[in-house]
Each structure stands twice: as C-alpha cells, then as structure tokens.
Nanobody, 115 residues
Framework: QEQLVESGGGLVQPGGSLRLSCAAS????????MGWHRQAPGEQRKLVAR???????DYLDSVKGRFTISRDGLKNTVYLQMSDLKPEDTAVYYC?????????WGQGTQVTVSS
C-alpha cells in the first residue's frame, strides 16, 4: 500500500508563494497520476491540479497561470508551486496518487493566505 506524505503548507500573505511537496513510499510506488485536491471550510473537496506519467496536466480554472504541478519520477514525489496566492486559495491541500486501480491520499496540509 502506497503512502503519501505532504509538506510545505503554512501561512503566507496575499501575492506570496508556497511550494507543496508530496512524497510517496511503498513496496512498489507506481502511480499513473498524481495530483492535488483542496478543501476549504464548508466546501467540497475539488481537484486543483493533476499530472499523469504521460505528461498530461489539468488545473482548476482559478489557479491556471499561478500554480504549476511537477513530478520527480525518480523520487516519486509531486510538487505544487503556488504563486500569486489569494485569500480564496486558503484550504487544506491533499495529495493523491492513482495507480490505475485505487487512489491513495495524503493526510493534508493547511495553506492559509492572509495579511
């Protein structure tokens, strides 16, 4: 069973940047796709960005041009570079990995954008 561990969340001022990391470990880490969801208080969890092994990416419309997802295949780690952060980006960010059969989730990391 793969395990995912996120890091990099925190408090940042509007316009600032953060980079989230998600490291996968397991017997045979082999995710077809990895990505990030987020959940703000009172809202449903929604996809923020995803990246497949083929290089295909998808982004939430509101983060396009500000967030960039990348992956280090050797380390089986996925990153989310977030720039020009806005208060509405405040949420718990969850990493996920899909191996073609099941989805694994990280525990979540809080991102707070506030002055």
């Amino acid at each position: 069973q793969e395990q995912l561990v996120e890091s990099g969340g925190g408090l940042v001022q509007p316009g600032g940047s953060l980079r989230l990391s998600c490291a996968a470990s397991g017997a045979v880490p082999s995710f077809y796709a990895m990505g990030w969801h987020r959940q703000a208080p009172g809202e449903q969890r929604k996809l923020v960005a995803r990246l497949t092994t083929g290089g295909d990416t998808d982004y939430l419309d509101s983060v396009k041009g500000r967030f960039t997802i990348s992956r280090d295949g050797l380390k089986n780690t996925v990153y989310l570079q977030m720039s020009d952060l806005k208060p509405e980006d405040t949420a718990v960010y969850y990493c996920y990995g899909y191996n073609g059969l099941s989805i694994s989730w990280g525990q979540g990391t809080q991102v707070t954008v506030s002055s």
